[in-house]
């Protein structure tokens, strides 16, 4: 996945409502691919933890043991 340097937010548009209001999103997120859904939350992982190039590959460890002779 790529960074989010292609995603545009506009912070000066937002909307109040009450929790217990009926809402549309469950509909919107049915009709979306489920790529696309995984590009959201993945574009949300990136805004909560940052992007760091680095760590997008998995993990290697090493482990280095000593061989006892029996």
Do not use: C
């Not at 340097?5 to 999103?25: G, I, M």
């Not at 590959?57 to 006892?68: G, S």
């Amino acid at each position: 996945m790529k960074s989010l340097d292609h995603l545009k937010l506009n912070k000066n548009s937002f909307t109040v409502s009450s929790l217990s209001a009926p809402s549309d999103d469950k509909e919107y997120w049915l009709a979306r691919t489920p790529y696309e859904r995984l590009q959201a939350v993945e574009a949300l992982r990136q805004l909560n933890y940052g992007y760091d190039q680095s760590t997008a590959r998995l993990q290697r460890i090493l482990e280095v043991t000593q061989l006892t002779a029996s």
